[in-house]
Nanobody, 119 residues
Framework: QVQLVESGGGLVQAGGSLRLSCAAS?????MGWFRQAPGKERDFVAT????????YYADSVKGRLTISRDNAKNTVYLQMNSVKPEDTAVYYC???????????????WGQGTQVTVSS
């Protein structure tokens, strides 16, 4: 069992920056960030592997959002730059045994953190 705790969400103006953190109680193969806007499905944002730091991003966030990890702290980050109103969503951290970009690739989920981007 892996517990995940997200933090760092909040209100930010369009064009601004925000950094989300996800502290994990244990280690799996990969960690991911997903987001869910009201009335929409949970969408993939980015993923990273613990061992090699390999990353993969959704096209909509490439060049603006960056996923990283701190192995010593068992923590994964999502640096959000040049944010847009369409980035508004609840952001979820996830842990899984495969390097995937769909919800079913991940076994453990955090409680989510709200990010709101004002225009």
């Amino acid at each position: 069992q892996v517990q995940l705790v997200e933090s760092g969400g909040g209100l930010v103006q369009a064009g601004g920056s925000l950094r989300l953190s996800c502290a994990a109680s244990g280690r799996t193969y990969a960690m991911g960030w997903f987001r869910q806007a009201p009335g929409k499905e949970r969408d993939f944002v980015a993923t990273i592997t613990w061992t090699h730091g390999s990353t993969y991003y959704a096209d909509s966030v490439k060049g603006r959002l960056t996923i990283s990890r701190d192995n010593a702290k068992n923590t994964v980050y999502l640096q959000m730059n040049s944010v847009k109103p369409e980035d508004t969503a609840v952001y979820y951290c996830a842990a899984g045994s495969s390097f995937g970009f769909v919800v079913r690739s991940y076994t453990y989920w955090g409680q989510g953190t709200q990010v709101t981007v004002s225009s």
